[in-house]
T-cell receptor
Framework: DQQVKQNSPSLSVQEGRISILNCDYT??????FLWYKKYPAEGPTFLIS?????DKNEDGRFTVFLNKSAKHLSLHIVPSQPGDSAVYFC????????????FGKGTRLSVIA | DTEVTQTPKHLVMGMTNKKSLKCEQH?????MYWYKQKAKKPPELMFV???????INESVPSRFSPECPNSSLLNLHLHALQPEDSALYLC????????????FGPGTRLTVT
């Protein structure tokens, strides 16, 4: 059973517009969420995270929103740039300290110039 | 130094070969991980080392043998692999002080012939 779901395998967005990537989870024990970005033939790069005690975290062009009651989080990228084209993985962790992450299947974002 | 390095970048091996993948970090992280990633799939956890001791083995076949010689190094010894073991092998590390983020290396692209 998939505990972290990214239901959109791909997304295309025009340069300069907003990209919204969605992630749903089923395990109510998850209390920390992360987004990773992955280019082909490279390891995932940590992008941004959010603790379950918050509903929003912002870092430059990237904002993550968490709706605990809906078990849903989203990553907003604005404005989108061609260099943002990559696969984005949502990941979750049930508690602190060295706990393996549970990854979603990823969403491939294409930003079109 | 804020990166995780992995060698080799690419490896081609026959099913009777013995080879090793290496991972190194100098961030003082006390947890290190091996993940396997197949094309268009999320990373799958294989092993977790915490304070140089194996803490999680996700039912990985014995043809994969991890080793943590010290807190900065993590090896994955490979023997008698199958073609279906061809994948990107990712190493990651995280601090042991409750930090959730895992930092990934670039991966080793393994092909078993």
């Amino acid at each position: 059973d998939q505990q972290v779901k990214q239901n959109s395998p791909s997304l295309s967005v025009q340069e300069g517009r907003i990209s919204i990537l969605n992630c749903d989870y089923t395990n109510s024990m998850f209390d920390y969420f992360l987004w990773y970005k992955k280019y082909p033939a490279e390891g995932p790069t940590f992008l941004i995270s959010i603790s379950s005690i918050k509903d929003k975290n912002e870092d430059g062009r990237f904002t993550v929103f968490l709706n605990k009651s809906a078990k849903h989080l989203s990553l907003h990228i604005v404005p989108s740039q061609p260099g943002d084209s990559a696969v984005y993985f949502c990941a979750a962790s049930p508690n602190s300290g060295n706990t393996p992450l549970v990854f979603g299947k990823g969403t491939r974002l294409s930003v079109i110039a | 130094d804020t990166e995780v390095t992995q060698t080799p970048k690419h490896l081609v091996m026959g099913m009777t070969n013995k080879k090793s993948l290496k991972c190194e970090q100098h961030m003082g992280h006390r947890a290190m991980y091996w993940y396997k990633q197949k094309a268009k799939k999320p990373p799958e956890l294989m092993f977790v080392y915490s304070y140089e001791k194996l803490s999680i083995n996700e039912s990985v076949p014995s043809r994969f043998s991890p080793e943590c010689p010290n807190s900065s190094l993590l090896n994955l010894h490979l023997h008698a692999l199958q073609p279906e073991d061809s994948a990107l092998y990712l190493c990651a590390s995280s601090p042991s002080d409750g930090s959730y983020e895992q930092y990934f290396g670039p991966g080793t692209r393994l092909t078993v012939t």
